[in-house]
């Protein structure tokens, strides 16, 4: 969903590709041999086959509204680099909660309850950045947003009564900006499957 966020983002032509995982083409399978989505087959052949780096390939042709920052203030940590270091947060640590959580009968060690709590760690620190300002990073949208947002909906789908009904309000309602988006209203149209 990121990829696509940032592609359609950044306006770059492309082939839309749709197949079903179940039944995976042998061209993405060529391409891309870990079978996995999202793959980008540039013109060259290059292949990019993990959503960040398909974000930071699309930003790099074509940012509009910056979500990107490239100047760094004085005597402080560049704000890219910061940008970077939580969405290695989410990628790294809160994906791992979220799979469990949202697949807890494939990691029968601990109740489902333990793995959201877990996830809820990184939820209450997104929690607080949005209670100062309206995005995660600044009074703009980042590359941070976008690359966050699809993994806390996924979150909050798990259980949306829970999650609509706790402590999170600032980050409740980000999201609840981010869903109503005309970008991601954008992303989520159905496309019809890809055939060969």
Known sequence: MRARLALAY??????????????????????????TVPVLVLVDGTVIDESLDIMLWALAKNDPDHWLPHKPQPREP????????????????????????????????????????????????LDERLAVQPFLMSEQITLADMAIAPFVRQFAHVDRDWFYQSRYQHLQRWLTQFLASDLFQSIMKKKPLWKA
């Open 10 to 35: 950044s306006n770059v032509q492309l082939e839309h590709r749709e197949i079903i995982l179940k039944n995976k083409p042998a061209p993405m399978l060529e391409a891309s041999p870990k079978g």
């Open 78 to 125: 560049a704000q890219s680099e910061l940008i970077m270091t939580l969405i290695e947060e989410n990628d790294q640590v809160f994906k791992k909660h979220l799979d469990r959580y949202k697949y807890a009968d494939r990691f029968p060690e601990h109740p489902q309850s333990f793995y959201r709590e877990q996830g809820e760690l990184f939820l209450q620190k």
